[in-house]
């Protein structure tokens, strides 16, 4: 967990409480390994209330590339998104290529 934590501080949309979490993690893995549980439990709801919050954010922009006319069109390349992958995250803005 340490290394993930350590990379993933070089990805610019990582958020620095992701971070945190990773080397907590990391920390107590290391060096308290009985204290794992207790962790996590503090950490859980947290990191629940971040990735809704997320989401929610994902959605309102969803909501506006619809109300705009753009929603299903590629904000990278202007192509269109495959309708499967809509279906699998609508709330996609990249088509499948630009996403890789």
Do not use: F, W
Not at 3 to 29: E, F, G, K, N
Not at 84 to 90: F, I, Q, W
């Amino acid at each position: 967990l340490l290394d993930i934590a350590r990379d993933t501080m070089r990805l610019p949309r990582v958020s620095h409480r992701y971070i945190c979490v990773l080397s907590a993690l990391a920390y107590t893995i290391t060096n308290e390994p009985a204290q794992l549980d207790e962790v996590a439990m503090k950490l859980a709801p947290q990191a629940m209330l971040d990735q809704t919050s997320r989401h929610a954010q994902e959605i309102s922009i969803a909501l506006a590339r619809i109300d705009q006319g753009t929603y299903g069109t590629c904000s990278s390349c202007g192509g269109a998104i495959a309708k499967g992958r809509l279906e699998a995250r609508p709330s996609t803005e990249h088509c499948i290529s630009c996403a890789a």
